[in-house]
């Protein structure tokens, strides 16, 4: 068993649709879960983070994590076309020195 | 203030070739790791180093795969005798000594084609 799951897609949404991505974990050991948006033949880049269970949102996005379900989501309100990518969830036990766990990523197409 | 430097951004390696990909961390970045992409796979850890030490290496496979991250100079991933299937975007990413929020960054990778 994989220990970060993640739903590979590919999704596909008109413009201005509200997009649901989510993962789920095995390790309870995690405790920082990141969103990371990955455009094509580029590196990954920190869209989102959060440290245990909660909301947080910026702008348009909004992660969530469940530690009790062990499930995490990133919602996207107003989709556009420039968010066309592959999302990457995350998840490690530091902010630093440990290595992430990744999902294998959703690719997301927002059609105009 | 650069981000993460790799180089080259593209490789072509025969088979039976040595393969060295380089990565130059942010500056005031001391952690470096190494993930591989496969084909329409995610991210795989591969090894984390910092300055001349290697502190986990448990997703480098056991033969052929070396890396260092050397006091002067940039992180060394090195594959011996490639073969097709080390085909992948190999991406470095670094973080900072002590953590302050979610510090790792990634730099746009190297892609290895082994023909």
């Known amino acids: 068993q994989k220990e970060v799951e993640q739903d590979p897609g590919p999704l596909s949404v008109p413009e201005g649709a509200i997009v649901s991505l989510n993962c789920t974990y095995s390790?309870?050991?995690?405790?920082?879960f990141m969103w990371y948006r990955q455009y094509s033949r580029k590196g990954p880049e920190l869209l989102m983070y959060t440290y245990s269970s909660g909301n947080k949102e910026d702008g348009r996005f909004t992660a969530q994590v469940d530690k009790s379900s062990k499930y995490i989501s990133l919602f996207i309100r107003d989709s556009q076309p420039s968010d066309s990518a592959t999302y990457l969830c995350?998840?490690?036990?530091?902010?630093?020195?440990?290595?992430?766990?990744f999902g294998e990523g959703t690719q997301l197409t927002v059609n105009p | 203030n650069a981000g993460v430097m790799q180089n080259p951004r593209h490789l072509v390696r025969r088979r039976g070739q040595e393969a060295r990909l380089r990565c130059s961390p942010m500056k005031g970045h001391s952690h470096v790791y190494w993930y591989r992409q496969l084909p329409e796979e995610g991210l795989k850890f591969m090894v984390y180093?910092?300055?001349?030490?290697?502190?986990?290496e448990s997703g480098m496979p056991k033969e052929r795969f070396s890396a260092e991250f050397p006091k002067e100079g940039p992180s060394i991933l090195r594959i011996q005798q490639v073969v097709r299937g080390d085909s992948a975007a190999y991406f470095c990413?670094?973080?900072?000594?002590?953590?302050?929020?979610?510090?790792?960054?990634f730099g746009s990778g190297t892609r290895l084609t082994v023909v």
């Open positions: 990413a670094s973080s900072r000594l002590s953590g302050q929020g979610v510090g790792y960054t």
């Open positions: 180093l910092q300055k001349e030490n290697i502190i986990d």
């Open positions: 995350a998840m490690t036990q530091e902010t630093s020195g440990s290595r992430l766990t």
């Open positions: 390790n309870s050991a995690f405790q920082y």
